[in-house]
């Protein structure tokens, strides 16, 4: 079972940048296709975007697309989100998980976000 670690989150002010970064514990997290999803509160889970395990390619959701950006270290075996231009409700429990999901997938712990003034 894979399982993965986000970290990163924090506050940051409205308009402000963040980036976080997703880890793997025992295995190549190269090996994988990785997504970043979100869950703000009271809402349901909303996928941000993926990026290919084998050429790198990153396909992102319409609404996500142009303000985050995903990307991979392979030195370090790390998935990054690079988040600019942060809005109040960009708020949420962000996360990363092998691409595709399925209703078995196991979810880490998430890593918080709050933007606020």
């Known amino acids: 079972q894979l399982q993965l670690v986000e970290s990163g989150g924090g506050l940051v002010q409205p308009g402000g940048s963040l980036r976080l970064s997703c880890t793997a514990a025992?295995?190549?997290?190269?090996?994988?296709?990785i997504g970043w999803f979100r869950q703000a509160p009271g809402q349901g889970q909303e996928r941000i975007g993926c990026i290919n395990n084998s050429d790198g390619r990153t396909d992102y959701t319409d609404a996500m697309e142009g303000r985050f950006t995903i990307s991979k270290d392979k030195t370090n075996d790390t998935v990054y989100l690079q988040m600019g231009n942060l809005k109040i409700e960009d708020t949420a429990v962000y996360y990363c998980?092998?691409?595709?999901?399925?209703?078995?997938?196991?979810w880490g712990q998430g890593t918080q976000v709050t933007v606020s003034a």
């Open positions: 025992g295995v190549t997290l190269d090996a994988y296709a």
């Open positions: 998980n092998k691409f595709p999901t399925s209703s078995s997938t196991t």
